[in-house]
């Protein structure tokens, strides 16, 4: 909730744009991908995001493929709001794979090592939280609730667009922001 506005004010600013984000409206994954539900949260981010706002879907892709999951995520928005512009981004395998793309800028923040560094094909590894709380000292696993904006804003964002879906993030902005 307090993460992702964070790094898209941290992208929009190094694109240099200001933006205004409402509160971000989390529905967990699986009911999330119900028939509905997708349209339900559309609904309600047309609402807050005003007449002239856009809405930004970002997802888990855990265990799927991105590149076959988001574009029917983005036709199933667009069909319920057509009127908007609507960005899906699905962070392969989970939002934390960003930061093992740039691990050594978040090097001894939050308990991560200051040792860390980033690992190859950070997108192929299925379980970035545990890779995350491995590099901790012992007695400390990472916490998305109380880690995940620390880490966020000490992210290099350009280091993390070594990973695949941060660059689809960072580019799907570039362009919302460029026109």
């Given at each position: 909730m307090?993460a ?5 004010r941290r992208i929009a600013?190094?694109l ?5 984000i409402?509160r971000?409206?989390r529905v967990k994954r ?21 007449t ?11 265990d799927a493929?991105?590149a076959?999951?988001a574009p ?5 928005a ?7 512009r609507?960005f899906?981004?699905?962070?392969k395998?989970?939002y934390e ?7 050594e800028?978040i090097?001894?923040v939050?308990?991560v090592a ?6 190859p094909d ?6 970035a ?14 916490r998305p609730?109380l880690?995940q ?7 290099d964002?350009?280091a ?5 879906s ?11 922001l460029?026109?």
């Amino acid at each position: 909730m307090e993460a992702v506005p964070l790094l898209v004010r941290r992208i929009a600013a190094t694109l240099g744009y200001a933006v205004h984000i409402p509160r971000p409206i989390r529905v967990k994954r699986d009911r999330f991908l119900k028939p509905g539900e997708l349209e339900r949260a559309v609904e309600l981010a047309a609402r807050q995001a005003g007449t002239d706002g856009s809405i930004l879907i970002l997802l888990d892709a855990d265990d799927a493929c991105p590149a076959e999951l988001a574009p029917r995520l983005l036709e199933r928005a667009e069909q319920t709001r057509p009127d908007r512009r609507v960005f899906t981004v699905l962070a392969k395998s989970e939002y934390e794979s960003w930061f093992l793309a740039a691990a050594e800028s978040i090097a001894g923040v939050r308990g991560v090592a200051d040792s860390v560094m980033s690992p190859p094909d950070v997108e192929t590894i299925r379980d970035a939280k545990g890779w995350l709380s491995a590099r901790m000292p012992s007695g400390r696993s990472y916490r998305p609730t109380l880690d995940q904006a620390a880490l966020s804003a000490r992210l290099d964002l350009n280091a993390a667009r070594r990973a695949p879906s941060f660059d689809k993030m960072w580019r799907d902005l570039a362009k919302l922001l460029g026109d």
